[in-house]
């Protein structure tokens, strides 16, 4: 059975770095979209970056675009996102999502995605 378990989220300042990660097991990783979405109480779940199957090709949310990366090593079978210049607006939990099917402009809805970790929070201070 598929799981995916995050985890690297803390209380950081502002200005800072971090990275999470998303560890997957139960399933052939190298054939999974991956991406990371953000939820704040009384908020949608919130789009942040995605990956293909094969590395080959990122997207990022335009409000994290220029600070943070995703990445993937399918022979760990982890998903990456590392977070810099952090700012207190990003304060979240922050899931990782599995799509076993995503396609076109499918990566940025949270529905398109077939398995979710159970989350990582991360605190922004100023």
């Known amino acids: 059975q598929i799981q995916l378990v995050e985890s690297g989220g803390r209380l950081v300042q502002a200005g800072e770095s971090l990275r999470l990660s998303c560890a997957v097991s139960?399933?052939?990783?190298?054939?999974?979209?991956m991406g990371w979405f953000r939820q704040v109480p009384g908020k949608n779940r919130e789009f942040v970056a995605v990956?293909?199957?094969?590395?080959?090709?990122?997207y990022y949310a335009d409000s994290v675009k220029g600070r943070f990366t995703i990445s993937r090593d399918n022979a760990k079978n982890t998903v990456y996102l590392q977070m810099n210049s952090l700012k207190p607006e990003d304060t979240a939990v922050y899931y990782c999502?599995?799509?076993?099917?995503?396609?076109?402009?499918?990566?940025?809805?949270?529905?398109?995605?077939?398995?979710w970790g159970q989350g990582t929070q991360v605190t922004v201070s100023s």
């Open positions: 999502a599995a799509g076993l099917n995503v396609y076109g402009l499918g990566f940025k809805f949270p529905s398109r995605y077939d398995y």
């Open positions: 139960g399933y052939t990783f190298s054939s999974l979209t």
């Open positions: 990956i293909t199957w094969n590395g080959g090709t990122t």
